[in-house]
């Protein structure tokens, strides 16, 4: 098992309470666990900074509003989290790559206090071998319209809550069928996301030399009710200062057929191409690799 | 807060293992809480008596295998009952009315073992009061066709599942509007469930006197993607002994609008008559309480 550094929010601990995640330290009636009722985020930390911790912070609290879920400010996640790794650094070693996790839940039932809490632990070896071989992924079916966000605020669609049971289903599914991964389409037909990762498409144009000449970056818009991606919000703003168009959705299977490229993006497992979607090759290898090192390059330099 | 009994499943301790419930037994890193990946069932004991236990155990079972979970089986998780009830009775008192939550969790992450845990404790206040006074409710679209559940199984409809953030968040919402629950509707138009408790629709016919002629129970049809409902099911057996007409969905709106008596019925609450459907009273009130009667005491004596 992964080794993990758990920091607990607490009033009375401003920078946060570190305890043994090798010890139990949730309560059986916390809401988070008996109806998985709470918000999360996970980011990553590269030779020792925060990527992107302000735009996690933001769509925590949003994701909280949405659950109408009381959770602490930033400055004190931001505690908790200088903690954390100052913890990780003691006790397992370099802070070259480490995932944080931020969890706030519901609460023991009853008491009205939600339950907060920053992990740190070391990514998953597939991230890295995905992001560097691409993945095989499945279009499945998310069973709602892409037009329903707006009018069921109770679906919850667009925050990203600790129900993640139809999520990780899929990826047991699409793993079932020989592939990596998933991406969701709505019942009238849209593409939607991964359940752990935003849809990103290329198309582009190069002369005679194969030099590109033309690159669109393109991704699913957001009232479609998916979760506004972080990594997408970051990378689209660095690929326009590189000169790319950008473009929102709607997209449909036939687009993600027809691109240059199609990336599932995250914030741990980063910039990963799609090699297959239902079995069919996406884009012509070279021009696919010259797009993903563009833009891997683009994403590596953000903060 | 109310007091809770804890007995987890245990290969070392056939009986169950006995927890503090007030003392964290539960890891941060447990897929339970950081995915929402688990099942549970809520039962009741009366009396002593576990009610539908049978029942329970088999749609744990049967909510793991759509979750491809593997549980304990069905004698460890009544072993582990038995002790829990009896540390309640030592511990709290009387087993007049207990409530029995069984959880089964995907475990911590990495170890690829469940955690299993037996919970009892008292039912809610509401509970009571809202069976005997009944409950307004509010029709809230559940975003889903009724018929994806058999073409997308990675939606997981019909498992009972710890991920309820948005069966929450649409109680909530019911609040918000003034009602005490909702009834979940299809995105085209048929009649689901209620986010804790199954629909039930009644017909009757009197004669001159007020003497129930003719008496007919309805539920929405399985293949909508609604929960089996243990109560629904023993309920309808009883029902039929008792000569009820039986009949399954599909059912909309207009047939609870149009009805003689409309409940939701669940283990713990019991037989709930719907007082008021988006604002608008159900039935008349004196046929409403003689069948609620009828029902009620049919479902009391059931095992």
């Not at 509003?65 to 930033?74: A, D, G, K, T």
Request: aromatic letters at 6%; glycine letters at 8%.
């Amino acid at each position: 098992m992964t080794q993990t550094v758990l920091v607990f929010l607490d009033p009375a601990h401003p920078d946060g309470r570190v305890e043994d995640a090798g010890r139990p330290t949730l309560y059986a009636t916390d809401l988070g666990v008996t109806r998985g009722d709470g918000v999360f985020e996970t980011l990553l930390v590269l030779d020792g900074h925060v990527r992107k911790l302000p735009a996690h912070l933001s769509r925590l609290h949003s994701s909280a509003r949405m659950l109408e879920l009381e959770v602490p400010e930033h400055e004190a996640w931001e505690r908790a989290i200088v903690t954390a790794l100052a913890e990780y650094q003691r006790t397992v070693g370099v802070l070259d790559e480490v995932v944080v996790r931020l969890v706030a839940t519901r609460g023991v039932e009853g008491e009205h206090a939600p339950t907060c809490w920053v992990g740190a632990f070391a990514p998953a070896h597939s991230a890295k071998r995905q992001r560097e071989e691409g993945v095989d992924v499945v279009l499945l079916d998310r069973g709602y319209d892409s037009d329903i966000a707006e009018r069921a605020p109770w679906l919850l669609l667009g925050a990203k809550t600790l129900s993640y049971a139809v999520n990780m289903a899929a990826l047991r599914y699409a793993h079932s069928q020989g592939a990596d991964d998933v991406i969701f389409t709505s019942s009238d037909g849209q593409v939607l996301e991964g359940p752990t990762s935003t849809v990103l498409v290329a198309h582009a144009e190069t002369d005679d030399d194969g030099k590109v000449t033309f690159k669109r970056l393109v991704t699913p818009q957001l009232d479609s009710g998916i979760l506004p991606g972080t990594s997408q919000g970051a990378l689209f703003a660095a690929a326009k200062e590189a000169g790319w168009e950008l473009g929102y959705g709607p997209l449909e299977p036939e687009d993600l057929f027809d691109a240059d490229a199609v990336w599932l993006i995250s914030s741990v497992r980063l910039l990963t191409p799609v090699n297959h979607l239902d079995g069919k090759p996406i884009g012509e290898r070279s021009l696919v690799k010259t797009l993903t090192e563009e833009l891997a390059g683009l994403f590596d330099r953000i903060a």
